[in-house]
């Protein structure tokens, strides 16, 4: 990994266990900000607010190309999603705190 002169994790490369490589990017302040991982289940790229330490934001391409982009509240729970499915049908789909789907199309 890089780091930053006071020894913080600046930019993260590797392999877990589980079979997921991936990059990391932190804050000046050692805080988590972007996570781009690659696994058998898809791609990913989510942003991280630094105060909260809570994904955001993410971008996401399946194995069979599907992509998605997921909106997360406050919380980092998934409130709102964009895709199209691989047949190349677009979706979205919303849902309340509780997780319940208040709209979606189709």
Partial sequence: GFYGAD??????????GRRC?????YSPKG???VGRGVTQNGEALTLYDEQSG???AGLGVAPDGAPSLVLF??????RAELH???????GFVMV??????????P
């Fill in 7 to 16: 020894e913080k994790h600046r930019v993260l490369i590797g392999e877990s």
């Fill in 21 to 25: 490589a991936g990059v990391g990017i």
């Fill in 31 to 33: 805080q988590f900000l």
């Fill in 54 to 56: 809570r994904a955001r």
């Fill in 73 to 78: 509240d406050q919380n980092g729970k998934d």
């Fill in 84 to 90: 199209v499915r691989a047949d190349g049908k677009p």
């Fill in 96 to 105: 309340d705190a509780n997780g319940k789907r208040v709209a979606a199309m």
